[in-house]
């Protein structure tokens, strides 16, 4: 059974980054693709970016392409969000999760899910 922690959420200015680390223990971190999903209240939980297990395409939705950048370290069992240039419309709660397939778009199809960690963008 994987355990994911997110870490690096908090508040932000307008155009300003911040980068977010899931940190994955109970198994090896290669076997697994991790997505990072967002979620706002009201509203259903969508993926973000997605980073597979053994090769090096990911998956960014339109929104974050050009300004969000996904890494994986496997020796050291984390997944890093990148995201700059951030807006308002960036706000919400993040969430890594992990599946033992490639990446797929929907929440209900990962297993594995970090606590959250939530992100503000506001002046």
């Known amino acids: 059974q994987l355990r994911l922690v997110e870490s690096g959420g908090g508040l932000v200015q307008p155009g300003g980054s911040l980068r977010l680390s899931c940190t994955v223990s109970?198994?090896?971190?290669?076997?697994?693709?991790i997505g990072w999903f967002r979620q706002v209240p009201g509203k259903e939980r969508t993926l973000v970016s997605c980073?597979?297990?053994?090769?090096?395409?990911?998956y960014y939705e339109n929104s974050a392409k050009g300004r969000f950048t996904i890494s994986r370290d496997n020796a050291k069992n984390t997944v890093d969000l990148q995201m700059n240039s951030l807006n308002a419309d960036d706000t919400a709660v993040y969430y890594c999760?992990?599946?033992?397939?490639?990446?797929?778009?929907?929440?209900?199809?990962?297993?594995?899910w970090g606590q959250g960690t939530q992100v503000t963008v506001s002046a």
């Open positions: 999760a992990a599946v033992s397939t490639q990446c797929v778009l929907y929440a209900y199809q990962y297993t594995y």
């Open positions: 109970g198994d090896t971190l290669q076997n697994n693709a």
């Open positions: 980073s597979n297990p053994h090769v090096t395409n990911t």
